[in-house]
Every structure is written in structure tokens, then in C-alpha cells.
């Protein structure tokens, strides 16, 4: 289905879960982040863009205070009175969509006040392959609410509404940068945000004049950012921080190191060089776009994963056998991208050599007796915006 066909199917099935028409369609995308990994909770840079993958949500406002939600990928309709909604009330799916009513009323709005709302969810974004479904459904329902409640909330303060709803009401301790690259992404391009002040700005890529695309290798392996992993590695970045006594890692240069190996543990310290050798690379891969192109970025995406595989450690085995075999076929770049313990790896690739990086990583996941990968290519696209 393309997706101006998804987003009608979408509204078609609220009218037959609803018994009336939606008030319209909204979608968001899911991202890749070309390169920053856990740079965005310690206060530094990321480099996420927009893929062309998203998620529709077709909204009807009601005339009581009730909010319904139901969805392509569960049967459940979960209903919740919108005054009382709270982040205790919330869990599986539908804690994102309902997740950003709640935190809407954080940022000030009167819930108490607003029209409830039927929703109904589809997407195209794979699950649990570090491309940010969860983000894809609470950026569009945001601004379907943000619309129809004639909010007038600007994008920066959407994404920290979505945000606050992963943290509280989905319980992932993850930053801002997913709903930002969701909210700002833009065609052909990268959003370069610095996750302190929240200043964005767009990064052209130059992917498709470059003759490169992105290839996707989803290696299968679920993860899940609400379990223990992840939030054990954010811990070390405080203990880190809190050693070196700044208020987050974004104030250590790679010149503080030698002092940071000195005052703590190498664990803790092998997580604090991942960060600040990360900012560095992103502040390069960023520079490097500018002066030099998309062909020269690919050695700065090798480090970023050899980084996340070595001191952060949040590869897998599938990853990494991912990351060798698409180098090894021809991609000038490749790195594991999103939270780590499983999800997707990222390849920089030429054109003419997709099928050939395709055909690699599927033969090396069988001869290691893995799950096939699901691979494909994403192109930078736009942000979420208003479909029908």
C-alpha cells in the first residue's frame, strides 16, 4: 500500500470502529539517527533525519470527555476519562497516544477543559527496530491535538510533550531526540540538534546527488527501552558526570579523559568516553557534510559503532555481524543505530551496491544460524504534517 492508501484505510477503519468520520488524518515518521548515540539524555549533539516510514493517526474530537483509542496492531479499544488520565492508568500501546493527552495537561492544558477524542492508530514503522515507532505515534497524535484543541504549541515544545510521555507514561527514560527528528525532519535532509538548548538546524545530506542510500538491516533482536539495560547505561553516565562533578557529560571534552580514567571505575569509564567521543563525531560528521560531502562521512560512522560495541557497550552479535558483512560488501560506512540490544544497524551504501550489501548480511545472518534480517533502503523525509 503507498501511503496516501494507508492514510485512507485509516480513516476508513475509524469510521467503522467510530460510526462517524474523523475530523482528518495526521502521521509522523519514524527516524534513523545517522549518528549520536545516548548523546541526547547526557545534554549533547544528535544527528537524526526522518525516514519514510510513518504512522497515521485518523482523530475525532467528541463532544463528552472521553478519549478512545484502537489500533491496526492490537484489538484492544482502551477508553480513559481524560480529566483523570495519569501515567499510572496507562500501559501497552496505547500508554502513546494516551500518554500525550496526560502530558499535554503537564504543559498546561485544562483537560478537564478539552473535547475527548477517538483515535485510531496505523503505521508502517517496524517495531522494536530502533526506529522510533513510539515516537511516530505520540508525535502524530500531538499535533492532531494540538490542531483540533487549537493548542498553538510550536514544534520544540510538541517534542518535549512527547518526550515527557515516553519518560512518564511509557516508563523509557530516553531523550528528546526522537520526537524532535519526528516533528522537524525535512526531505533529503538531517535534523542537527544540541539537546541542551533545543536550537535545531537542518543538515543537507546530499544521499541521493552523492549516489548513497540508507540500507536498514532490522536484525530481528527486540528491544525494549523500558527494561534495564538502557537505563542502567544512563546511570553511569550521571555516576560519570557526577565524578567529574559537571552537570552532565556534554561539559567533558575529549582532552578530560585522561583525568576521568584516573577518578573512577573503567566501566563507568568506558561509558563516559562513548559519549564524549560521540558529541566529537557528530560535531565532525556535521562539519564534514558541509565541507566535504556523504562520501567522506563513512569512517566517522565505523568509530561510532565500534564505540557502542566496545565502551557502551549496546551491541549484539547480530549487529555487528551486520555492521562487517554490509562494509565488507561495499558500504563506505556502517553503525548500529538506536538504544543498542538489538534493533537495527545502519550502511551508508552506494546505489549500485545495495543488492550486493542485501545479498551479504542474508547470507552471513544464515551461516551464523541467525533469524533473516529484514532489509531495506529509507529515504529523509518530512516531519509530521496533516494527510487528509
Same mark, same amino acid.
Given at each position: ?35 549520536? /548515540? ?29 478519549? *478512545?483509542?484502537?489500533?491496526?496492531? $492490537? ?6 476519562? =481524560? ?10 500501546? $496505547?500508554?502513546? %497516544? ?12 485544562? =483537560? ?42 510550536? #514544534?520544540?515544545?510538541?517534542? #518535549? ?20 527528528? $519526528? ?50 547505561? *544512563? ?11 559537571? /552537570? ?21 569509564? *568506558? ?32 568509530? $561510532? ?42 550502511? =551508508? ?30 529515504? %529523509? ?8
Amino acid at each position: 500500500m503507498t501511503h496516501d492508501d494507508i492514510a485512507a484505510q485509516a480513516a476508513a477503519d475509524f469510521r467503522s470502529q467510530f460510526g462517524r468520520a474523523a475530523d482528518g488524518v495526521w502521521s509522523a515518521p519514524g527516524r534513523v539517527n545517522l549518528i549520536g /548515540e545516548h548523546t541526547d539524555y547526557n545534554e549533547g549533539f544528535v544527528l537524526p533525519f526522518a525516514i519514510d516510514r510513518r504512522t497515521w493517526a485518523a482523530v475525532g474530537l467528541r463532544d463528552d470527555n472521553t478519549a *478512545r483509542v484502537t489500533s491496526t496492531f $492490537s484489538d484492544d479499544e482502551v477508553e480513559i476519562g =481524560l480529566s483523570t488520565v495519569g501515567p499510572e492508568q496507562l500501559e501497552g500501546w $496505547s500508554a502513546y %497516544p494516551l500518554g500525550i493527552a496526560w502530558a499535554l495537561g503537564q504543559n498546561g492544558v485544562e =483537560l478537564a477543559e478539552q473535547h475527548g477524542f477517538d483515535a485510531h492508530i496505523a503505521s508502517d514503522v517496524p517495531v522494536g527496530a530502533g526506529l522510533s515507532s513510539s515516537a511516530a505515534i505520540e508525535c502524530a497524535v500531538a499535533i492532531a491535538l494540538d490542531e483540533r484543541w487549537q493548542l498553538g504549541i510550536d #514544534r520544540p515544545t510538541l517534542a #518535549r510533550v512527547g518526550q515527557l510521555a515516553e519518560n512518564e507514561a511509557v516508563g523509557a527514560p530516553t531523550g528528546i531526540m526522537d520526537q524532535s527528528a $519526528s516533528l522537524l525532519g525535512r526531505r533529503d535532509s538531517a535534523v542537527f540538534l544540541d539537546c541542551r538548548s533545543l536550537r535545531s538546524e537542518i543538515v543537507d545530506l546530499g544521499f541521493a546527488a552523492a549516489g548513497l542510500a540508507i540500507v536498514i538491516i532490522d536484525t530481528k533482536v527486540s528491544h525494549s527501552h523500558a527494561t534495564g539495560g538502557y537505563a542502567a547505561r *544512563r546511570a553511569s553516565c550521571e555516576a560519570g558526570a557526577a565524578a567529574l562533578g559537571v /552537570e552532565s557529560l556534554r561539559d567533558v571534552g575529549v582532552a578530560d579523559l585522561d583525568r576521568a580514567r584516573e577518578i573512577m571505575d573503567d566501566e563507568t569509564f *568506558r561509558r563516559v568516553r562513548h559519549v564524549v567521543t560521540e558529541n566529537a563525531r557528530v560535531l565532525a560528521t556535521v562539519r564534514t557534510l558541509r565541507e566535504s560531502g556523504p562520501l567522506a562521512i563513512g569512517e566517522i560512522l565505523d568509530a $561510532s559503532h565500534v564505540s557502542m560495541r566496545d565502551d557502551f557497550e549496546i551491541s549484539v552479535a547480530e549487529l555487528d555481524l551486520a555492521v562487517v558483512a554490509a562494509r565488507e560488501a561495499g558500504a563506505i560506512g556502517a553503525r548500529m543505530t538506536g538504544g543498542g540490544f538489538g534493533g537495527a544497524a545502519i550502511a =551508508l551504501t552506494p546505489l549500485a551496491l545495495i543488492d550486493e550489501v542485501t545479498a551479504r548480511v542474508g547470507e552471513a545472518f544464515a551461516q551464523a544460524g541467525y533469524t533473516a534480517p529484514e532489509i531495506f533502503t529509507v529515504t %529523509p523525509s518530512d516531519g509530521a504534517k496533516r494527510e487528509l
